[in-house]
């Protein structure tokens, strides 16, 4: 919105070139978890990859879940650009969404589980913002790894956007789009856990749900 403009995707056309390799390092491992952030991952867990406005709050909420997370990151997603830079990501000009990873174990907790998070921790009927923050970088998207996870997420949109509708609330903009064309792209080392108590724990943080419970996800696990 700034300057009256709304926000709007780049064509493949006008997205920044970007590099055929990072720009800067990602760190070994989490700083909360204790966990390698990148793979390859122990055998038996699962990757998932949500965008959910600024992905400093949208991590931390992943985290904190009880059990069975094995480690999150938080990166790019979703865009054009090739090993976007976070200035880049910003400008409008990738394509890309502020994303986080969640590797977890399915056999602890379930993907199902994962998505009612996904969904209560952000107000996805806002296109490109989460509240105050304003960009292309801040839509709401779920990108998915099968067929499995793609027909859970599209079968709990729906169920979300019926009670929201019930609550008040407009449409659902979230995108629901295959991962394997739209490489995740790690963020800068201080992106990566930024709300946690050694670094940043009273730091910003934009997310706000719209107080509606998703009704999914709600099968017990072990640690849940």
């Given at each position: 919105m700034l300057f009256g403009?709304?926000?709007?995707?780049?064509?493949?056309?006008?997205?920044l070139m970007g590099r055929p390799s990072p720009a800067y390092e990602v760190p070994a491992r989490h700083t909360v978890l204790g966990t390698p952030l990148l793979g390859p991952y122990p055998e038996g867990l699962e990757v998932a990859d949500f965008g959910l406005g600024c992905f400093w709050g949208?991590?931390?909420?992943?985290?904190?879940?009880p059990a069975g997370v094995y480690t999150t990151l938080v990166g790019y997603q979703g865009g054009y650009t090739e090993h976007p830079t976070y200035e880049e990501v910003c400008s409008g000009l990738t394509g890309h969404t502020e994303a986080v990873r969640v590797v977890h174990d399915p056999k602890v907790i379930?993907?199902?589980?994962?998505?009612?998070?996904?969904?209560?921790?952000?107000n996805p009927t806002q296109g490109f913002r989460q509240g105050n923050d304003v960009g292309t970088q801040y839509r709401s998207?779920?990108?998915?790894?099968?067929?499995?996870?793609?027909?859970?997420?599209?079968?709990?949109?729906?169920?979300?956007?019926?009670?929201?509708?019930?609550?008040?609330?407009?449409?659902?903009?979230?995108e629901i789009l295959p991962s394997a064309?739209?490489?995740?792209?790690?963020?800068?080392?201080?992106?990566?856990?930024?709300?946690?108590?050694?670094?940043?724990?009273?730091?910003?943080?934009?997310?706000?749900?719209?107080?509606v419970s998703c009704p999914i996800g709600v099968a017990t696990f072990p640690g849940e």
């Open positions: 403009r709304t926000p709007q995707l780049p064509t493949p056309e006008q997205a949208a991590e931390r909420a992943f985290w904190q879940l379930s993907y199902d589980r994962l998505l009612k998070t996904f969904w209560e921790s952000h998207a779920i990108y998915t790894h099968t067929p499995e996870q793609a027909a859970a997420a599209e079968a709990s949109r729906a169920a979300y956007q019926k009670v929201l509708t019930s609550s008040g609330y407009g449409t659902v903009t979230t064309p739209r490489p995740f792209y790690p963020a800068e080392a201080y992106h990566q856990q930024y709300l946690s108590d050694t670094k940043n724990p009273g730091g910003y943080c934009g997310l706000g749900g719209t107080g």
